[in-house]
């Protein structure tokens, strides 16, 4: 079953403006992560913020968390062309010998376009 | 191998027949995990390996899948008697053991089955 769902479904911009993305979940999480994926090919890894985190950067990639909210948000700021690519939320809530181990449920993602 | 590796990138079957799709992690990556993805949805969690022993096979949809990993590296998902609901992408992805504070997917490109 999904546990993450994300709005908006689909986000068409310009380049060179921010695209904001928000993950809404529903289960208490070890962490939560960003993957993309471009058309036909596999995922590829963001960032990861661990649930006792608030924000994390990297690059032109911002990652909020709010627990008690239950939602996360993603930030990419001045955005290019080649960031056109469906963008997913996973949380992880895997848990075995005191560690989580990277059992993850996505949401439905996020279909980000950018125009040149 | 410097990715995730997957084979055959593509499958066409007929109802009922058998399948296996291969993945062949990245070395040194003791966790494995197959994934499935229908489409216009986020990647569904099958199960996961760590090392030769399938520690959490709860995604498995029926009787009909199964995985091994016999020597801790290449693994092999089986699907017996396909069904055309069996359709989708079928995701791998491997990461670092556990408790190196890393538990990052790497995913592969992806076996695409389709049933007719």
């Known amino acids: 079953s999904q546990q993450g769902e994300e709005d908006p479904q689909a986000l068409s911009i310009q380049e060179g403006e921010n695209a904001t993305m928000n993950c809404s979940y529903k289960?208490?999480?070890?962490?939560l992560q960003w993957y993309r994926q471009n058309s036909g090919r596999g995922l590829v890894h963001l960032i990861l913020?661990?649930?006792?985190?608030r924000e994390k950067h990297s690059g032109r990639l911002r990652v909020t968390l709010d627990t008690s909210k239950k939602s996360s948000s993603l930030l990419i700021t001045a955005s290019r062309a080649a960031d056109t690519a469906s963008y997913f939320c996973?949380?992880?809530?895997?848990?075995?010998?005191?560690?989580?181990?990277?059992?993850?449920?996505f949401g439905q993602g996020t279909i980000l376009t950018v125009h040149p | 191998g410097a990715g995730v590796s997957q084979t055959p990138s593509n499958k066409v079957t007929e109802k009922g027949k058998y399948v296996e799709l291969r993945c062949d992690p990245i070395?040194?990556?003791?966790?494995l995990y197959w994934y499935r993805q229908s489409l216009g949805q986020g990647p569904e969690f099958l199960i996961y390996?760590?090392?030769?022993?399938?520690a959490d096979d709860s995604g498995l949809p029926n009787d009909r899948f199964f995985a091994v990993r016999p020597e801790g590296s290449v693994s092999t998902l089986k699907i017996q008697r396909t069904e055309r609901g069996d359709s989708a992408v079928y995701l791998c992805?491997?990461?670092?053991?556990w408790g190196s504070g890393a538990n990052v997917l790497t995913f592969g490109a992806g076996s695409r089955l389709t049933v007719l």
């Open positions: 992805a491997s990461s670092p053991p």
């Open positions: 289960t208490s999480i070890n962490n």
């Open positions: 996973a949380t992880d809530r895997s848990r075995a010998g005191g560690t989580s181990y990277g059992k993850l449920t």
């Open positions: 390996f760590q090392g030769t022993g399938a």
């Open positions: 913020i661990r649930s006792n985190e």
């Open positions: 070395s040194g990556h003791t966790a």
